[in-house]
């Protein structure tokens, strides 16, 4: 077993204690949202509240539970987080596996014109009046217009042409067909790279803001409009009357917000790493 220099014992100490204080400071603003939506009205107006909640309450929590609007939009973008980015995988997968063909017709060109559109774009208005002009003001029209992403797609190519060619040849050999091909072959030996890209458009659709916040109105809107107005309104807040401050009513808002997406990342974060540079590297 080879002994570590002094300098490398040197190095990995600086990275550990990078690391760590890194963390510390990415859970702390999780910590004070915590404290916050379990304190009192006192407590948060004393400015003292720091990891832990003073005067423990759970007012403001339950007047986010009891909120009807609340649940109205979390559905909404559960919904669109959902099926989003079942459609998106559906999309981004079979485009991958055409631009993966060797014998693809115009492939090359296919392929230009797709990572094209990551360098360019027609711009924010443009794109504005092309939605409205498509009527995308529902859930299913929002999901079916922002189908795929081209960085994705290009992500799945290049891991679907990281897999051995040899198999397909052998599966072919066996009499299997191109959707037995991509079923059986591709998407068990590419797992590292769909989980990532699962991953990359669920996160998407659950925090997209803008153009939810823009095209999706009234019993349509999602969660990340509302913490958005909800926010407002208690930073604008000047008369308390109740037994929290509504400004704890928002950091309830936004723990149950990111529930859903902290319960699924650490099943799919060991995925990311191998998942983004075996997409993201072409041999």
Excluded at 37 to 47: C, E, Q, V
Excluded at 74 to 100: D, E, K, P, Q, V
Excluded at 115 to 125: C, E, H, I, Q
Excluded at 150 to 159: K, S, V
């Amino acid at each position: 077993m080879n002994r570590l220099t002094k300098g490398e014992i040197a190095f990995k100490i600086m990275a550990y204690v990078l690391v760590i204080v890194f963390a510390l400071f990415c859970i702390f603003p999780l910590l004070y949202a915590v404290a916050n939506a379990f304190s009192s009205l006192d407590a948060f107006n004393s400015g003292t509240i720091t990891f832990f909640p003073k005067e423990f309450s759970t007012d403001a929590f339950m007047s986010i539970v009891g909120n009807r609007t609340f649940w109205a939009s979390y559905t909404n973008t559960l919904f669109l987080t959902i099926y989003g980015t079942a459609f998106s995988m559906l999309i981004s997968i079979f485009a991958a596996y055409a631009l993966s063909r060797r014998n693809l017709p115009g492939r090359n060109k296919l392929s230009f014109m797709i990572v094209f559109t990551m360098w360019f774009s027609a711009g924010l208005v443009p794109n504005y009046k092309n939605y409205q002009m498509l009527g995308v003001n529902s859930l299913w029209m929002f999901v079916i217009a922002f189908g795929a992403q081209a960085f994705n797609i290009m992500l799945l190519r290049n891991a679907f042409d990281n897999v051995p060619h040899e198999i397909e040849e052998a599966s072919r050999v066996d009499g299997a067909n191109d959707f037995k091909i991509l079923t059986s072959v591709y998407l068990p030996m590419s797992k590292s790279t769909i989980a990532t890209v699962t991953l990359f458009y669920a996160l998407n659709r659950w925090n997209g803001f803008y153009w939810a916040e823009r095209l999706l109105q009234g019993k349509n809107q999602p969660l990340q409009a509302f913490l958005q107005k909800f926010l407002e309104t208690a930073l604008g807040e000047d008369n308390i009357t109740t037994t929290f401050h509504p400004q704890s009513a928002s950091y309830a808002a936004i723990l149950l917000a990111i529930i859903p997406i902290v319960v699924i990342y650490p099943y799919l974060q060991k995925y990311f790493a191998a998942g983004a540079s075996l997409g993201g590297v072409k041999e």
